[in-house]
């Protein structure tokens, strides 16, 4: 009689906020972790957030939405709160939460600029800062911190968001030696295009500007693909949970690219 075989759950048990978690790569990740064993929290300023924890509930999992503008600090401080009293713990953060400005640096008025690095890297620095001491009383955790290609390479009329993702990939190498004698680990990720809400309107932004069908960009974007493709969200999220259990028990301060060959050009 041949044994039987059990799949060990990546992140069972397992307590795991996910910021920006209403869309795109966030709702993707949010529901991968629950498919994993994790108890998952959800933050996001959209209130769709709260349909992706409906749907994870329905499929008998532990998930909640919580309201939450991460670049407000008294947001930040009363939803980790809230998470503490409730869960007692928290053992992965996924700092997703982001948004993208497509414009000539020479046009973005100083408002603009305060509120891309304000949601990209200020809402990664107040979560960092309200998560991490738990995670140094508990002697363990993993951060993963949303970076992008942009951090790598130049993007036209992405001046500003490139330069937030290149600080987060920064950020993630000192933060990584800093808690590593907690037993916290810190990574972050790059992806490339990715087929989310984010990536259409950027599309819909440069057919705009282009005066051609949407159609037309996507055909020409994907046709400089490796693949020939854009990635799904629920690609990425396998790395993100990668990244999140212990099977990455030795990735430490480093930059997973997810980009399908972008950056090797």
Excluded at 108 to 121: H, I, M, P, S
Excluded at 209 to 215: A, H, L, M, S, T
Aim: hydrophobic share 40%; charged share 25%.
């Amino acid at each position: 009689m041949s044994a039987a075989v059990y799949e060990k759950l990546l992140l069972e048990g397992k307590v795991a906020i996910v910021s920006g978690g209403s869309s795109g790569i966030g709702a993707a990740t949010a529901e991968r972790f629950a498919n994993e064993g994790a108890r998952v929290e959800i933050l996001d300023v959209d209130m769709a957030g709260e349909k992706v924890a409906q749907k994870i509930r329905k499929r008998g999992f532990d998930c909640k939405f919580h309201r939450c503008d991460v670049s407000d600090e008294e947001q930040v401080e009363h939803t980790v709160g809230q998470i503490l009293e409730k869960r007692g713990r928290i053992d992965v953060l996924f700092n997703n939460a982001g948004i993208v400005l497509i414009k000539p640096l020479a046009e973005t008025t100083k408002a603009e600029f305060d509120r891309v690095v304000g949601v990209n890297l200020g809402g990664t620095f107040l979560l960092l800062r309200k998560v991490i001491p738990t995670m140094q009383r508990q002697k363990q955790g993993v951060i993963v911190n949303m970076a992008s290609v942009a951090g790598h390479v130049g993007q036209v009329y992405h001046t500003v968001y490139g330069s937030t993702k290149g600080a987060i990939i920064s950020l993630t190498r000192a933060l990584a030696w800093e808690l590593a004698p907690y037993g916290i680990r810190v990574n972050s990720i790059s992806p490339g295009s990715v087929d989310t809400p984010m990536l259409r309107g950027d599309v819909k932004v440069e057919s705009s500007r282009r005066g051609v069908n949407p159609g037309v960009v996507v055909k020409e974007r994907t046709a400089h693909e490796a693949f020939k493709r854009w990635a799904s969200p629920s690609e990425v999220a396998s790395v993100v949970a990668f990244l999140a259990s212990d099977e990455a028990s030795f990735v430490n301060g480093t930059d997973m690219l997810v980009d399908g060959g972008w950056t090797a050009q």
